[in-house]
């Protein structure tokens, strides 16, 4: 039996972080088949999934490619469904309780459903409902001749009694999708030991859980890509089971229940460190598909502005080449391609604009964040600049950051606008500039968030 492994890149995820999480869920799936061959069983199904919308160039590549879109979850805290008894063993109403007692002999459980003759839900029967009636039967007994004839009639009728004369009502329903550990609080509290699960028309019983589902403390698998911060992390992280990360980013606060699978390397993209664990893996005979190729390369061209970052490497440069081979296209055409897809500038949300690729970062007891948006065509970006600084406002009030700084790279020119919001002074002191107030600060050759203006302001 197979357990399902999220992996996951981080919160407003960007190319890199989908792509990466999309090639290598399948790099370890393929790798698990081997396994299977070998010793007829699967450990874990890997599943890639995300934390937010499709960047406009991960959407056109998904559909240019034919790359199935990984599923959009909320957090990795545990849910109902994930501990749950699925499709309960069930009496109905009508049914006698001597049968309902054999039914839960026969199949070692304590309590069943009850349904009516069209299965709709009706309520719950369990051992000490049944046991209940058994001992109430005693008060036939006469304290003065202690009459037992009287006691084994009762039991003997009891036997007969239809379910419903005997089944709960009052029984706590919950919905699948509950976090678990709501559910548990509510279960604890509940004099029943059962709760039932219900589908969305509320009338079909879909699942069960009982206090010994809820003692199982139970932690989401889960493999992190391109992130390994938990302000970044999925929410829950903190109770998930973490089994690998893969990562270009620094080491941060990530804590794990064991030792794992932890690949950092100093290079421009999480998807050049996926492509070489498939090349790692040629002698098992997986080879990387051309739609997974060409997903990866797209990543490493967006995550290094074409090659072009300073964070890029000869690493990056080799994958690069060895992707393009692959999926059989020139470099440059196909990054036109791709930062052409950010077309519509002009009439994205302000809020997509700046959450888009942004990331939270400490500073002391403050928090700070770091927005960027890589574009050819910086002029039509800022016609929207009041619109822009508004939002920044916005943002950094309700949040509380200290600043809100927005980098509006130039793919072309190869450096960034600074459209900054909030303690301006520690943006001026960690670049020795002054950050206007209005038409942005020019930064040639600022590109890279991660090795070129985080770190500058962190060491501040």
Same mark, same amino acid.
């Given at each position: 039996?197979?357990?399902?492994?999220?992996?996951?890149?981080?919160?407003?995820?960007?190319?890199?972080?989908?792509?990466?999480?999309?090639?290598?869920?399948?790099?370890?799936?393929?790798?698990?088949?081997? *396994?299977?061959?070998?010793?007829?069983?699967?450990?874990?199904?890997?599943?890639?999934?995300?934390?937010?919308?499709?960047?406009?160039?991960?959407?056109?590549?998904?559909?240019?490619?034919?790359?199935?879109?990984?599923?959009?979850?909320?957090?990795?805290?545990?849910?109902?469904?994930?501990?749950?008894?699925?499709?309960?063993?069930?009496?109905?109403?009508?049914?006698? *309780?001597?049968?309902?007692?054999?039914?839960?002999?026969?199949?070692?459980?304590?309590?069943?459903? *009850?349904?009516?003759?069209?299965?709709?839900?009706?309520?719950?029967?369990?051992?000490?409902?049944?046991?209940?009636?058994?001992?109430?039967?005693?008060?036939?007994?006469?304290?003065?001749?202690?009459?037992?004839?009287?006691?084994?009639?009762? $039991?003997?009728?009891?036997?007969?009694?239809? =379910?419903?004369?005997?089944?709960?009502?009052?029984?706590?329903?919950?919905?699948?999708?509950?976090?678990?550990?709501?559910?548990?609080?509510?279960? $604890?509290?509940?004099?029943?030991?059962?709760?039932? =699960?219900?589908?969305?028309?509320?009338?079909?019983?879909?699942?069960?859980?009982?206090?010994?589902?809820?003692?199982?403390?139970?932690?989401?698998? *889960?493999?992190?890509?391109?992130?390994?911060?938990?302000?970044?992390?999925?929410?829950?992280?903190?109770?998930?089971?973490?089994?690998?990360? =893969?990562?270009h980013h620094r080491i941060a606060d990530i804590s794990t229940l064991n030792p794992i699978k932890f690949m950092n390397l100093p290079v421009g993209s999480t998807a050049s460190? =996926?492509?070489?664990?498939?090349?790692?893996?040629?002698?098992?005979?997986?080879?990387?598909?051309?739609?997974?190729?060409?997903? $990866?390369?797209?990543?490493?061209?967006?995550?290094?502005?074409?090659?072009?970052?300073?964070?890029?490497?000869?690493?990056?440069?080799?994958?690069?080449?060895?992707?393009?081979k692959i999926v059989g296209v020139d470099i440059k055409k196909f990054a036109y391609d791709i930062f052409s897809c950010r077309s519509g500038e002009d009439k994205i949300s302000?809020?997509?604009?700046?959450?888009?690729?942004?990331?939270?970062?400490?500073?002391?007891?403050?928090?700070?964040?770091?927005?960027?948006?890589?574009?050819?065509?910086?002029?039509?970006?800022?016609?929207?600049?009041?619109?822009?600084?508004?939002?920044?406002?916005?943002?950094?009030?309700?949040?509380?950051?200290?600043?809100?700084?927005?980098?509006?790279?130039?793919?072309?020119k190869q450096g960034s606008l600074f459209i900054a919001v909030g303690n301006l002074d520690i943006i001026n002191r960690s670049f020795n500039i002054k950050c206007k107030k209005?038409?942005?600060?020019?930064?040639?050759?600022?590109?890279?968030?991660?090795?070129?203006?985080?770190?500058?302001?962190?060491?501040?």
């Amino acid at each position: 039996m197979s357990k399902n492994v999220y992996v996951v890149g981080h919160r407003n995820p960007d190319n890199d972080s989908i792509c990466s999480a999309v090639a290598y869920a399948y790099l370890k799936n393929e790798c698990a088949k081997n *396994v299977l061959k070998e010793s007829k069983s699967i450990e874990y199904s890997y599943e890639p999934v995300r934390l937010g919308p499709l960047p406009p160039e991960t959407e056109w590549l998904f559909k240019k490619y034919k790359i199935p879109v990984p599923r959009a979850i909320r957090h990795v805290y545990g849910r109902v469904r994930d501990v749950m008894t699925r499709n309960p063993i069930c009496v109905r109403e009508d049914e006698t *309780v001597m049968l309902a007692g054999k039914r839960m002999r026969k199949n070692n459980v304590k309590a069943l459903v *009850v349904i009516d003759k069209k299965e709709r839900y009706k309520g719950l029967i369990s051992t000490r409902m049944i046991a209940n009636r058994y001992i109430s039967a005693t008060d036939k007994i006469d304290n003065k001749d202690g009459n037992i004839t009287k006691v084994a009639t009762d $039991l003997i009728r009891s036997l007969d009694e239809k =379910v419903n004369d005997l089944m709960e009502t009052d029984v706590l329903i919950l919905d699948d999708e509950d976090l678990l550990k709501d559910a548990t609080d509510k279960l $604890l509290q509940n004099s029943l030991r059962e709760a039932v =699960v219900l589908d969305d028309s509320g009338e079909k019983c879909i699942g069960i859980l009982t206090r010994s589902d809820v003692a199982r403390r139970l932690h989401k698998n *889960v493999v992190l890509v391109d992130h390994n911060e938990t302000s970044q992390a999925a929410l829950g992280i903190d109770e998930a089971n973490i089994l690998e990360i =893969v990562d270009h980013h620094r080491i941060a606060d990530i804590s794990t229940l064991n030792p794992i699978k932890f690949m950092n390397l100093p290079v421009g993209s999480t998807a050049s460190i =996926v492509a070489s664990e498939f090349e790692n893996y040629k002698h098992s005979k997986i080879s990387i598909p051309k739609n997974l190729a060409a997903a $990866l390369l797209s990543a490493i061209i967006t995550d290094t502005i074409i090659l072009n970052s300073p964070t890029t490497t000869a690493f990056d440069r080799r994958m690069a080449n060895y992707l393009s081979k692959i999926v059989g296209v020139d470099i440059k055409k196909f990054a036109y391609d791709i930062f052409s897809c950010r077309s519509g500038e002009d009439k994205i949300s302000v809020k997509n604009l700046i959450n888009a690729d942004s990331k939270e970062f400490q500073l002391g007891d403050q928090r700070v964040l770091i927005c960027q948006h890589e574009t050819i065509n910086v002029k039509k970006i800022m016609k929207r600049e009041v619109e822009i600084r508004r939002y920044m406002k916005q943002l950094r009030r309700d949040l509380e950051y200290e600043f809100v700084l927005f980098m509006l790279t130039d793919i072309i020119k190869q450096g960034s606008l600074f459209i900054a919001v909030g303690n301006l002074d520690i943006i001026n002191r960690s670049f020795n500039i002054k950050c206007k107030k209005s038409g942005g600060s020019w930064m040639p050759h600022i590109v890279s968030r991660k090795l070129q203006v985080a770190p500058k302001i962190l060491s501040t």
